[in-house]
Every structure is written in structure tokens, then in C-alpha cells.
Nanobody, 119 residues
Framework: QVQLVESGGGLVQPGGSLRLSCAAS????????MGWFRQAPGKEREFVAR????????YYADFVQGRFTISRDNAKNTVWLQMISLKPEDTAVYYC????????????WGQGTQVTVSS
């Protein structure tokens, strides 16, 4: 099973930017679809974005509204989530996840990285 470690979270002012990273090990990263999820206090975990292993197709939640970009580098076993125009409602713990096929559950999860958007 692949291990995932997120980094890059922190405190940012509204309108600011952050770039989250997720480093993978122990699996065939190039054959994994990678995703980002988030969980705000008192709320359920929700999907943010995913990128497929084949053709690097990307998909986003509606609330992203063009502000976030997911990307990957298979040579570095890393996936990123670039976030701009951050809003206070983006405050959450952000998790990286992995699966192989779209019919699979998200079987591997990172420990999460805190993103706080506040002035």
C-alpha cells in the first residue's frame, strides 16, 4: 500500500496562495489516480480535486471555481495542489489520497495538512 505525506499547509490571508505537496512512496505512483480532499471543523470530508494516472486528466469540485490546480510529476512521485484566491471557507485539513481505478475506493490517505485562511 502506498504511503502519502502532505506538506505545505499554513496560515494565509484571504486572497493569498498556498501550494500543497503530497509525496508518495511504496507503490507504483505512475499507475495511481491521486486526489485531494478536505475536512473543515464540524463538516464531513469533501472532494477537492483528482488527477488520473492515465493522461493526467483533472477533475475539480464545483467550489474550486478555477482557483485550484492539481498537478503531478511521476518521476518525483509527487502531486501538488496549487491554491490561489483563498477564502476563509477554504480553511480545513487537506488530505491527499490514492486509488488505482475509478471503481476502487480511495485506499491510501495521508495524515493531512492544515490550511487556515484568516486575516
Amino acid at each position: 500500500q502506498v504511503q502519502l505525506v502532505e506538506s505545505g499547509g499554513g496560515l494565509v490571508q484571504p486572497g493569498g496562495s498556498l501550494r500543497l505537496s503530497c509525496a508518495a512512496s511504496g507503490g507504483t505512483f505512475s499507475r495511481l489516480t491521486m486526489g485531494w480532499f478536505r475536512q473543515a471543523p464540524g463538516k464531513e470530508r469533501e472532494f477537492v480535486a483528482r488527477i488520473t494516472w492515465s493522461e493526467s486528466r483533472t477533475y475539480y469540485a464545483d467550489f474550486v471555481q478555477g482557483r485550484f490546480t492539481i498537478s503531478r510529476d511521476n518521476a518525483k512521485n509527487t502531486v501538488w495542489l496549487q491554491m490561489i484566491s483563498l477564502k476563509p471557507e477554504d480553511t480545513a485539513v487537506y488530505y491527499c489520497a490514492a486509488r488505482q481505478y475509478s471503481t476502487d475506493p480511495w485506499g491510501s490517505w495521508g495524515q493531512g495538512t492544515q490550511v487556515t485562511v484568516s486575516s
